[in-house]
């Protein structure tokens, strides 16, 4: 967790949701991705701003926190499929009983987590439910 | 390409060995399976050495030459050491390399080790190390630990095909069960699926008791032609099937999150490589590094149908004596998990399961047996078949 550069590289899409795009098969990438998956070299990949509305594909309450992220356990972490298509693994802030498969959610700026000894806090997206 | 035959095989015990370093283990294992085949240090062509992260566990790189040295082939004979790494997977890749290296005539008499030694550092650290096995930016960044990627699996089987927390619950018991029948298990206790359930929750719906444990450990294969593999030994153990498929590093790109893709690919070259089919399997040692990955890998690999994987479990038919045992050694669970050396363990159980020589957990006339190996939640996968006949 507590590499700046790791972290301020993807700060765009960490910050507003941008990735990329296949101009060639239409396929979304979050986060980016410079190759096609489908199309490899022959795809034109584009950059793309994301929404930030999607439904919850599965989850957890994490109890046993990630390195960094102690002080805010138990948390939710979801896989989350974007409206667009694309799947990605994000925090969900709220109740966690009311948390179920196919709730949908959208995207918030929120503190992700804090990086060790020299105490670096970070910031980027999470999601909370879509009706609050 | 030539077949391949395994003719010494050693693990040493698994479990917290404060005592020894990662040198003194690996050294340990490899001169034991080297015994075990009747061979000489002199005739030995390569070495291959699983280790995921040496550097994270006990601050060294470099795994493949500190281990050619101190088992002796370095300072006289000069051997060629290689280093696998493919996180949870870099024992049965390690393998694969051997067998990859005397199938093409590159080498004859080859050793094939894996070895971790976690408890050198605490398990905070320990659980970072591991969580490396993840996509650290898209994942671990996120708050990801893999217990909570695992869970993210459970929670989607649950909800999709009925499996409960017993069911889960009972792969532990099944494999602590296995487990106590073994002499080198780092847990032999008995549990029942109320201590399962009543154990603290890791990230629900895995408790700590559906999850493997951090492990101290190595393991080590002799493997030969196998036009000369009787000269060392009665009963050679011959590879079958070696395959292995990638899929995506983080899990919310895989095309199903309950199902391991690069499982089932990677089963289906195997299958084909050996003309064999499921129902021919005689034993299975999969990864089940948390309960639900023996569930879904169970499934994955053609031994249940998709979303049957807890009811074939609770209803005893992967145990000793059922239809399809599986994790005869403890599994990941109670026999341990020292990542680097999960796949050579496998083999060296399924070997002793062929040989004859299992004991009290031995499956009666095992003719073909498999190991399943993963690294990470599921980007690579590493299958074996081995044949007790050529």
């Given amino acids: ?132 | 390409m030539r077949d391949v035959a395994i003719i010494g095989v050693k693990n040493t015990k698994f479990g917290e060995l404060w005592e020894e370093s990662l040198r003194d283990i690996v050294v340990e294992a490899g001169i034991g399976a080297i015994e075990d085949a009747g061979a000489s240090g002199k005739e030995i062509d390569a070495l291959y050495v699983g280790n995921m992260s040496g550097g994270r566990f006990v601050d060294q790189e470099h795994i493949g030459a500190l281990i050619a040295d101190y088992s002796g082939l370095s300072k006289n004979l000069h051997i060629p050491a290689t280093r696998v790494e493919a996180a949870c997977a870099s024992g049965g890749l390690a393998l694969r390399q051997a067998i990859m290296s005397v199938a093409s005539g590159y080498s004859d008499i080859v050793v094939a080790a894996g070895a971790e030694k976690m408890t050198d550092v605490g398990s905070e650290e320990a659980s970072s190390a591991l969580a490396a096995a993840a996509d650290r930016e898209w994942e671990g960044m996120a708050g990801a630990t893999f217990p909570g990627l695992y869970a993210m699996i459970a929670k989607l089987h649950m909800h999709r095909y009925g499996t409960t927390s017993e069911q889960l619950a009972e792969v532990a018991v099944k494999n602590h069960k296995n487990g106590s029948f073994n002499p080198i298990a780092q847990y032999k206790n008995i549990i029942t699926v109320d201590d399962v359930l009543n154990s603290i929750m890791v990230a629900d719906p895995l408790h700590i008791f559906d999850c493997s444990p951090i492990t101290d450990g190595a393991s080590a294969l002799v493997l030969a032609p196998a036009d000369i593999a009787h000269k060392y030994t009665d009963t050679p153990i011959y590879i079958k099937a070696t395959a292995q498929a990638s899929d995506t590093i983080a899990l919310h790109d895989r095309r199903d999150i309950t199902t391991l893709d690069a499982t089932v690919v990677a089963a289906k070259r195997a299958y084909s490589m050996a003309k064999l089919k499921p129902k021919d399997i005689d034993l299975v040692e999969v990864h089940d590094c948390f309960t639900i990955a023996e569930i879904c890998a169970i499934e994955d690999l053609g031994f249940a149908e998709k979303g049957k994987g807890g009811i074939v479990t609770a209803n005893g038919e992967t145990a000793i004596g059922g239809r399809i045992p599986v994790n005869t050694s403890g599994g990941l669970k109670a026999c341990g998990h020292p990542v680097g050396a999960t796949g050579i363990k496998q083999a060296v159980e399924v070997v002793t399961q062929l040989r004859g020589d299992a004991g009290k957990r031995q499956v009666a006339g095992a003719k073909y047996g498999m190991t399943h190996n993963v690294g990470g939640s599921g980007a690579t996968a590493v299958i074996h078949i081995f044949s007790r006949e050529r």
């Fill in chain 1, 1 to 132: 967790m507590s590499s700046v550069p790791r972290f301020w590289r993807n700060l765009g899409s960490r910050y507003n949701l941008e990735g990329t795009r296949c101009k060639e098969c239409g396929e979304y990438f979050y986060p980016p991705r410079n190759v096609c998956v489908n199309c490899r070299r022959s795809g034109q990949i584009e950059p793309f701003k994301f929404k930030g509305t999607g439904e919850i594909v599965t989850y957890t309450l994490i109890h046993t926190a990630a390195e960094g992220f102690e002080s805010q356990a138990p948390y939710t972490l979801a896989i989350i499929k974007l409206d667009e298509g694309p799947s990605l693994t994000s925090q969900v802030v709220g109740d966690p009983e009311k948390m179920h498969i196919g709730m949908r959610v959208k995207s918030i700026f929120r503190k992700l987590g804090e990086g060790g000894d020299r105490g670096m806090i970070y910031y980027g997206t999470k999601f909370t439910p879509a009706d609050t």
